[in-house]
């Protein structure tokens, strides 16, 4: 049964921003890049037993003028904090970041300072995926979530009002170092 035997008249009606969505989150393109052992269990992703490429993503690229999408795999030293700013900022608008393990999202067992506490400290976060090391299973969950995001994703002057109200409430979010754990 074809799409057409479902819709009541032959014709689909949808939005630029639906359709700009649907194209962006299947065609995204991963950089090359691991900075420790979460990145073993990002290059499994590329094997058939996970097969990311059902998403059209197993075109790692080995140049980020030709990603779009940096998988933060590993703790971020201080000292290659640098140059994945620069890779992030070689790769072409729109771009998305995934912070795959605890290390990459918040400095992990690493509570020092040759370790950066977070990447979003350097460069802006689109997922977050806990775990030490997240099975490839997780990543291609976070994937997932990202397409959510891609396909929702705002357009001209939209994006400037989800821009701002994204601002808005990370400047309101509670600081990290005033949250409670579990035990407070
Ligand atoms: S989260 Fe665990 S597996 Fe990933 S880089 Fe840190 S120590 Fe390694």
Redesign the pocket.
Same mark, same amino acid.
């Given at each position: 049964m074809g799409i057409e035997e479902k819709l009541p008249a032959g014709f689909l009606l949808t939005t630029v921003e639906q359709i700009a969505g649907y194209m962006r989150k299947s065609s995204v393109w991963p950089a090359t890049f691991g900075? @420790?052992? !979460?990145a073993i269990e990002m290059m499994a992703v590329g094997t058939p037993d996970y097969d990311i490429a059902r998403f059209g993503m197993e075109r790692f690229s080995a140049t980020p003028r030709q990603a779009d999408l940096m998988i933060v795999a *590993?703790?971020v030293s201080q000292k290659m904090a640098p140059v994945v700013r620069q890779v992030y900022d070689q790769m072409p608008e729109p771009k998305w970041v995934i912070s795959m %393990?605890? !290390? @990459?999202s918040s400095g %992990?067992?690493f509570n020092n300072y040759a370790i950066v506490q977070g990447v979003d400290h350097i460069i802006p976060v689109d997922v977050y995926l806990p *775990?030490?090391?997240p099975r490839p299973q997780m990543l291609l969950n976070a994937i997932l979530e990202l397409h959510d995001q891609i396909q929702n994703s705002k357009l001209g002057v939209n994006r400037v009002h989800a821009a701002r109200a994204a601002e808005k409430a990370a400047l309101e979010a509670t600081p990290t170092h005033a949250m409670k754990g579990l035990l407070a």
């Open positions: 900075l @420790a052992c !979460c *590993g703790r %393990g605890v !290390c @990459a %992990g067992m *775990g030490c090391p």
